[in-house]
């Protein structure tokens, strides 16, 4: 006696459509609620950056808790765009992470290449034990270089950028990103440093107001030194500076003049930014100048220090009189002097001047 097989096929028939149907069902309510949207996203942070991303900061960067990452170029160590999914306030996060040993990635001449521009390169330190400053040119800009103390004269340098609106929340934001992914990336790198405390607040408040302008006589920060110079009989009586910060890979001091403009200016560049700053070229910034360099320790690279006579494009002029080459040089060394004390760095050489 023969079973007819049809009742057979047809339940299996039936079971496979209720399979197809139940994986529909669920892939319909993974789309339609955002879950798989969301699941991708969050891979895709977690990739990003070689796996490196440090998200804790993000949300208060780009303003918003939707965000997914965009593969990195592959010109760095590591690179990644982060933005909200799928829209929301326009903001975004590009983080850059190259080796000290490397070239500076693209575009990073542009924050040398106006330092001649008043106070348009100044950079302000992170602060915290960070070896990093936070710079604006239309969007904001943390770097950080983080030694490497068991490969010498190697660091690692992370890049975080912020596009566009901010406030000081993002800010503080980007600083979190851009620190902690440095960290992270150094250790899976094999890198050991010695890194900051986890950023609380990144400074936003900027030099070149008059109201930032103070006596030479009362400086006790980036331009302390300068104190006991001849700026002031010079035409420069004021200053503008930052806080004395050993850690931070630029320095700046402007000299100001009687109207509050700023005259001259003074760059201190270590480690990385050093090297970022000779990749721009000789001839950043322009204008007539005066440069030292100093030997630092566990680095190859040297120290520069730069004294720029300030351009100010408002009045298409240069607001302070021309130093005498005896000023200008004097005023250069005194601040490399100093810088190189703060730094244990040692025989600072004034190479030439354009005073």
């Known amino acids: 006696m023969h079973t007819d097989p049809t009742p057979r096929r047809i339940r299996a028939w039936w079971c496979a459509l209720a399979v197809v149907v139940t994986l529909g069902v669920v892939a319909f309510l993974l789309?339609?609620?955002?879950?798989?949207?969301?699941?991708?996203?969050?891979?895709?942070?977690?990739?990003?950056?070689?796996?490196?991303?440090?998200?804790?900061?993000?949300?208060?960067?780009?303003?918003?808790?939707?965000?997914?990452?965009?593969?990195?170029?592959?010109?760095?160590?590591?690179?990644?765009?982060?933005?909200?999914?799928?829209?929301?306030?326009?903001?975004?996060?590009?983080?850059?992470?190259?080796?000290?040993?490397?070239?500076?990635?693209?575009?990073?001449?542009?924050?040398?290449?106006?330092?001649?521009?008043?106070?348009?390169?100044?950079?302000?330190?992170?602060?915290?034990?960070?070896?990093?400053?936070?710079?604006?040119?239309?969007?904001?800009?943390?770097?950080?270089?983080?030694?490497?103390?068991?490969?010498?004269?190697?660091?690692?340098?992370?890049?975080?950028?912020?596009?566009?609106?901010?406030?000081?929340?993002?800010?503080?934001?980007?600083?979190?990103?851009t620190t902690e992914t440095a960290r992270k990336a150094a250790d899976k790198y094999g890198c050991r440093v010695d890194a900051g405390k986890p950023l609380a607040k990144v400074p936003t408040a900027q030099l070149g107001k008059p109201d930032t302008a103070k006596p030479l006589s009362e400086a006790r920060g980036s331009c302390a030194a300068l104190r006991g110079t001849r700026a002031a009989q010079s035409g420069t009586p004021q200053i503008m500076e930052y806080p004395l910060d050993a850690d931070a890979p630029q320095t700046n001091c402007y000299l100001v003049t009687k109207d509050h403009k700023p005259g001259y200016g003074l760059y201190a560049y270590y480690g990385a930014a050093a090297k970022d700053f000779q990749s721009a070229g000789p001839d950043s910034g322009g204008?007539?100048?005066?440069?030292?360099?100093?030997?630092?320790?566990?680095?190859?690279?040297?120290?520069?220090?730069?004294?720029?006579?300030?351009?100010d494009r408002d009045t298409d002029s240069f607001p302070a009189a021309r130093y005498s080459t005896e000023v200008a040089t004097s005023v250069l060394k005194a601040f490399a002097d100093r810088e190189a004390q703060l730094r244990g760095c040692s025989d600072v050489r004034v190479i030439s001047g354009k005073a």
């Open 31 to 177: 789309y339609s609620t955002g879950t798989y949207d969301s699941w991708r996203d969050g891979r895709s942070l977690d990739r990003a950056c070689d796996g490196t991303l440090a998200q804790d900061g993000l949300a208060a960067a780009i303003g918003s808790s939707r965000l997914k990452a965009e593969p990195d170029d592959g010109s760095s160590l590591a690179q990644c765009f982060v933005k909200t999914s799928p829209t929301g306030t326009g903001r975004a996060v590009q983080v850059t992470l190259r080796w000290s040993t490397t070239g500076a990635p693209s575009g990073a001449s542009v924050w040398y290449d106006t330092v001649g521009n008043g106070v348009d390169a100044q950079a302000a330190p992170l602060g915290q034990g960070w070896s990093g400053v936070v710079r604006r040119d239309g969007t904001w800009q943390v770097m950080v270089s983080l030694d490497c103390v068991n490969q010498k004269s190697k660091a690692l340098v992370a890049y975080g950028d912020l596009y566009g609106t901010s406030d000081g929340t993002a800010l503080t934001g980007l600083g979190r990103v």
């Open 287 to 311: 204008n007539e100048r005066v440069w030292a360099t100093a030997d630092c320790p566990r680095s190859a690279q040297e120290a520069i220090f730069v004294l720029y006579r300030l351009y």
